[in-house]
């Protein structure tokens, strides 16, 4: 694998990691909201909820495309040429 190829699998193995632990605080972040919003029926809460779950989804779609580039990346390192 050449420098550039390199540099690209560990930029994306970050950006792998970053958005899994950021999918993982948004949905801790959701739970939270969800507890507060069964002791507190407020359309404030339910209209974050449903951002919140926006963005998770987008997180998770972002996480999900980042893997598959790196395991291209990975499995075209492994090809021999």
């Known amino acids: 694998m050449d420098e550039r190829s390199v540099a690209l699998v ?6 792998d990691e970053h958005l899994e632990g950021s999918v993982d605080r948004l949905k801790s972040v959701k739970r939270c909201l969800e507890d507060v919003l069964w002791d507190y029926d407020a359309p404030e809460i339910r209209n974050c909820l449903l951002d919140l779950n926006t963005v998770i989804r987008h997180h ?11 395991g291209l990346c990975e499995t075209e390192h492994d090809t021999p040429d």
Do not use: E, K, N, S
């Open 60 to 70: 998770t779609t972002a996480h999900q495309q980042v893997r598959d580039w790196l």
């Open 10 to 15: 560990a930029m994306l193995r970050g950006v």
